[in-house]
């Protein structure tokens, strides 16, 4: 999970947003899922889902909350495949007349939950517009450093395990010898102008050098 999704995931309060996302949200009564709609957003790569993913994932939340609604307690799996059976051009007219029928029995209102359904456009303002405009509301710059000073961090300590494990190799192929060998990476920014150094933290920590600034030379 990347900082972004763990931020987005953190405590913070629910997104309420008067999109079509957010009201549809709202009316169906489902959570914080325009929040998580950013969180399965911006997810590590493999497990990263596709705008048109997020827009499946949505609709279903909506047909599962309608099928409840209506007194129907839907088995595994069967939310996904009455939503596949009322979206899918594939499938056979048969079979999606027979799914409408029985909702409209149960007291589903089948064109108001299609009508409820977003498309991944809708899915992608909302992202943009309402979640990306609340993420910056609440990373203010302050956080923004911190977060890429933990991220030169981390690449650090990447490096050192990369350089740990090659001397390691080396030392059991006979290449080279040292009895317990550790590598050390340090990462240090230098002030051109007085020659000061400075780790990212504390840099991070004071924001500045201490080095008189002429501003008008
Ligand atoms: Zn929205
Ligand atoms: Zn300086």
Not at 160 to 187: H, Q
């Amino acid at each position: 999970m990347t900082d972004e999704a763990a931020s987005l995931r953190g405590p913070s309060p629910r997104v309420h947003c008067g999109c079509k996302v957010g009201s549809v949200a709202d009316r169906y009564g489902l959570g914080d899922v325009s929040r998580e709609l950013g969180v399965l957003w911006t997810t590590d790569e493999e497990d990263r889902y596709s705008l048109r993913e997020l827009a499946d994932h949505f609709n279903q939340r909506v047909v599962e909350s309608a099928m409840f609604d209506a007194g129907m307690n839907p088995l595994e799996g069967e939310v996904e495949n009455v939503y596949r059976l009322l979206t899918d051009e594939e499938s056979s007219a048969g079979h999606r007349v027979q799914a409408e029928n029985r909702l409209e029995f149960e007291g589903v209102s089948v064109a108001e939950v299609r009508d409820d359904f977003v498309t991944h456009q809708t899915v992608y303002r909302h992202l943009k517009n309402c979640l990306e405009a609340e993420y910056e509301r609440e990373t203010g710059p302050s956080s923004r450093v911190e977060r890429d000073v933990d991220r030169i961090e981390a690449l650090r300590n990447r490096i050192r395990v990369i350089v740990d494990e090659t001397v390691r190799r080396l030392c059991d192929a006979g290449l080279f010898s040292i009895t317990s060998p550790s590598a050390y990476v340090e990462i240090r920014i230098l002030c051109e102008e007085c020659g000061a150094r400075y780790s990212p933290r504390e840099l991070l920590e004071r924001d500045r050098c201490d080095c008189p600034v002429e501003l008008d030379r």
